[in-house]
């Protein structure tokens, strides 16, 4: 049995509902069930949406800032750190890990911080520099939870971080909610819904739509896999975002109207998974390891990922999936070859299970929470 800490508090810049806030919710829910930890949940903004999915026990305290920068919620962050007196604080990134700094400056008995880092290349010089100073600040005693091997490597090299500072957790996923589909699922009348024909190749692309994401590298790659290799298949886009009215401008410039599916958000993903024939992400910069990649597997597809962050460590090249470089014409190639090959649903559903399960990543976040 591995002895708790008493008592953590969670800093999250806002709590919308995202991959890791859904995974501060359900380490909150693991503590909760040990009962003796108190928990109290931080968000820097008033956009919280997700905060209702925290389990009752978790006292919530919403500091809200007028801008990015404001650092007026410093003082009532320390206030309440010196009341409640947490043994751990958990940062859901760099940017709360300063608000975090700020709010133990100075104290004789401070927290061990741990800073949840989901990022593997910045978008941006600025976001660059900005996290070059945040990994400045870090203490001995503090913590980066980082994602992948490949993460820990790129930012080891490229900030001149110690590598003593990370723990690598894979994330994991729920493989008995994320399975493949029953015997009586009905593939053909879910697709109807999109205009997909009942044969046709479908390649399922679940992503927010931001730039990273690299969805107009998907459509570009969709025409080259019909004119190169002679596979004419759908695009089914799940997610929302800011690039939607630019996504529908790149499909009807490129007169794929009839191909390329805008699915939105989707409440349960799993249909989309169930309907198509691969998943892909298309991503040049920010993705560590993908969840939505992981579920897709769960549910036995096999995947194409450009070569980001954590995505050789998640593939297993010939039995799950391919890894790409992120140009269309090689993203349409690992399209080609892995929609002419065979896969086993049940076996990649069975390899996801086996190495990236919620409750083998919950172990680890068990432990290192715990540690003294």
């Not at 269309?328 to 299970?353: F, M, P, R, S």
Request: glycine share 6%; charged share 25%; net charge positive.
């Amino acid at each position: 049995m591995i002895p708790m800490v008493s008592s953590v508090l969670y800093i999250s810049p806002a709590l919308p509902v995202g991959g890791l806030e859904k995974l501060i919710v359900r380490i909150s829910a693991l503590l909760a069930e040990k009962k003796t930890v108190r928990q109290y949940l931080v968000s820097l903004s008033d956009n919280n949406p997700i905060s209702v999915e925290f389990d009752r026990s978790v006292e919530f305290f919403a500091l809200p800032r007028k801008s990015k920068f404001h650092l007026a919620p410093v003082r009532r962050l320390r206030k309440l750190i010196r009341e409640k007196q947490p043994e751990v604080i958990i940062c859901l990134n760099f940017f709360s890990f300063l608000f975090a700094y700020l709010g133990c400056l100075g104290m004789k008995n401070k927290p061990r911080i741990f800073v949840f880092y989901q990022t593997t290349i910045h978008l941006n010089r600025k976001e660059f520099n900005l996290h070059k100073f945040y990994f400045s600040l870090l203490s001995k005693r503090d913590k980066v939870i980082a994602a992948s091997v490949n993460q820990v490597n790129y930012t080891v090299e490229t900030y001149g971080v110690s590598r003593e500072f990370f723990e690598i957790i894979y994330n994991g996923v729920n493989t008995e909610y994320f399975t493949v589909p029953s015997s009586g699922w009905d593939r053909a009348a879910f697709r109807s819904q999109y205009g997909i024909p009942a044969g046709a190749k479908t390649i399922v692309m679940a992503a927010a739509l931001r730039p990273e994401k690299n969805h107009t590298g998907a459509l570009e790659a969709l025409q080259i896999l019909e004119s190169k290799y002679h596979i004419t298949a759908y695009l089914l886009i799940a997610g929302g975002g800011v690039m939607e009215q630019e996504i529908r401008e790149h499909i009807k410039k490129r007169k794929l109207e009839d191909r390329a599916v805008l699915a939105g958000v989707q409440k349960d993903v799993r249909p989309v998974f169930w309907a198509s024939d691969l998943f892909t992400l298309c991503s040049t910069s920010v993705e560590t390891f993908s969840v939505a990649a992981l579920e897709a597997m769960a549910c036995g597809l096999p995947c194409v990922l450009t070569d980001i962050g954590g995505a050789r460590e998640m593939i297993s090249e010939g039995i799950t999936g391919h890894v790409c470089d992120t140009s269309a014409e090689d993203i349409a190639a690992a399209w080609a070859k892995t929609l002419t090959e065979q896969y086993c649903a049940a076996d990649i559903h069975k390899y996801i299970a086996a190495n990236f399960s919620e409750p083998k990543m919950m172990n680890e976040y068990e432990r290192i929470i715990s540690e003294k």
